[in-house]
């Protein structure tokens, strides 16, 4: 059923608040744990719709996993190749990293397995993991274009990689060195372009032998395969790419100041800081400290005035999930904003390019929708809002338009807050503690 929600103009927020866990580090301390020798502890997982797929896929292949308490969860892996062939097909829901990750695991563990998910997800290429995969010797069998669902025939005698990444892309730089562990020798990717570097911080936590350097423009990163990891407890920190939400709501209303503390501030993540910091945005950052290789504080935030920007296209893996939010921002800034480099947008759980081109446009915003890129003006006041926002299954265009809505001067409903689930369960309840006013909107 879907659940659609209205967001209303809201007062000054204030307050100190966390929020859920990192769901980059939450699939990935799931997957590492699931395949180390012992037991590991997780305190801060994130307890959303897209992670909890991971925990039933890690347990359908072998691992003991089990939660002991809110976000406090135990991993007993099954060592280095030790995943089992799963009696069922295994339904990664909305998740693309859950998937990408999963296939890049098991594309070098001897056996059959098919994966599928939800219809978003069943829409999103996964050519861009199975070519390099299968240069370990794995095959795959999907649907046309590349799309789940997927079966994976596992290889027994995969050989080592090296692999250049066309597109910038974590999750494809993850299923190889994943897909690297159980190969011989070292395989190695090269990036372009840095993207989150999650899983290296996590390998390299779980005792494996990770090297980065750098080779003129590009990122080298070599793994060593075939060894065997240990168990290790990980603390989650809150989701820098969550935390933006309640931090550009802040921003944009009049008096605002909120606090989230205990937040990932992985330099490949933190983007979003920078771009509200050169739109005027005045963020103090305090208590950084390391958790799990992951550098972690609490951001705060005071409302300013905005302005407009050109955000540095090198800047975009840094903060590509948080161009929906940074849109609301900048249609409520001072003068024109502008964002290039975007084509991956139009791959993730929606196409973000056009649906926050078309739900701003329809809130009132002046913009212009290129091939790969978004120009808002704004006015320096929030737009008139007043529209319904079709959702389409993607969690942060629901997020993005209920923290517009607090600062229009007509409410902005969702068709479908469902999806918010995947990502950040508690969302319109922790936002309208700092005052923001989220409500059911009444179906006859
Ligand atoms: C992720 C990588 C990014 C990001 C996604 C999470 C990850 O995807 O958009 O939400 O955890 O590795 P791409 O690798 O497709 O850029």
């Not at 990408?100 to 069943?122: E, M, W």
């Not at 199975?130 to 794995?138: R, V």
């Not at 005792?207 to 240990?230: K, P, Q, S």
Request: hydrophobic content about 45%; glycine content about 12%; charged content about 20%.
């Amino acid at each position: 059923m879907p659940r659609p929600l209205v967001s209303r103009s809201a007062g000054a927020l204030e307050g100190t608040i966390v929020v859920p866990g990192d769901k980059s580090i939450s699939h990935r301390a799931l997957m590492l744990g699931s395949l180390a020798v012992g037991e590991s502890e997780i305190t801060g997982l994130l307890e959303g719709e897209d992670v909890l797929r991971t925990a039933e896929a890690m347990r359908a292949l072998g691992a003991h996993v089990r939660r002991e308490s809110p976000g406090q969860w135990r991993v007993a892996g099954c060592g280095t190749g030790g995943l089992a062939e799963p009696d069922n097909v295994l339904d990664m829901g909305n998740s693309g990293t859950a998937a990408r990750l999963l296939i890049g695991l098991l594309a070098t563990h001897p056996f059959v397995s098919t994966l599928t998910g939800d219809a978003s997800l069943r829409r999103r290429p996964m050519r861009r993991v199975t070519d390099p995969l299968s240069m370990f010797g794995a095959r795959f069998v999907c649907r046309e274009g590349g799309r789940l669902p997927i079966t994976i025939e596992g290889t027994d005698e995969a050989l080592p990689v090296n692999y250049r990444l066309p597109v910038a892309s974590a999750q494809v730089k993850s299923a190889v060195l994943l897909a690297g562990l159980n190969a011989p020798g070292v395989t190695t990717v090269r990036e372009p372009r840095a993207t989150r570097d999650h899983t290296e911080r996590m390998l390299t936590h779980f005792g494996v032998l990770v090297a980065v350097f750098r080779d003129g423009a590009e990122t080298v990163i070599e793994v060593t395969g075939e060894v065997e990891m240990t168990a290790r407890d990980v603390r989650v920190p809150g989701d820098i790419s969550s935390a933006a939400f309640p931090l550009v709501a802040a921003a944009i209303r009049p008096g605002s100041a909120v606090t989230v503390r205990n937040v990932g501030l992985n330099p490949l993540r933190a983007g979003i800081l920078e771009t509200l910091r050169d739109m005027g945005a005045a963020i103090r950052i305090d208590n950084v400290r390391t958790e799990a290789g992951e550098p972690v504080g609490d951001v705060s935030i005071d409302a300013t005035e905005l302005r407009g920007v050109d955000v540095p296209p090198e800047r975009v893996p840094a903060m590509i999930d948080e161009f929906p939010i940074l849109a609301v921002a900048a249609a409520c800034a001072a003068g024109t904003t502008r964002m290039t480099g975007l084509a991956e947008l139009r791959v993730k759980e929606s196409d973000r390019l056009s649906a926050m081109a078309e739900g701003l446009s329809a809130c009132g915003v002046a913009l212009e929708e290129g091939q790969d890129s978004l120009t808002i003006h704004g006015t320096g006041h929030p737009p008139q809002g007043g529209a319904m926002i079709a959702v389409d299954l993607d969690h942060r265009i629901a997020m993005s338009f209920l923290v517009l809505g607090g600062a229009t001067g007509d409410p902005v409903a969702v068709d479908d807050a469902a999806p918010i689930d995947t990502s950040f369960p508690g969302f319109a309840d922790l936002m309208n503690g700092l005052g923001l006013r989220i409500a059911d909107v009444i179906t006859p």
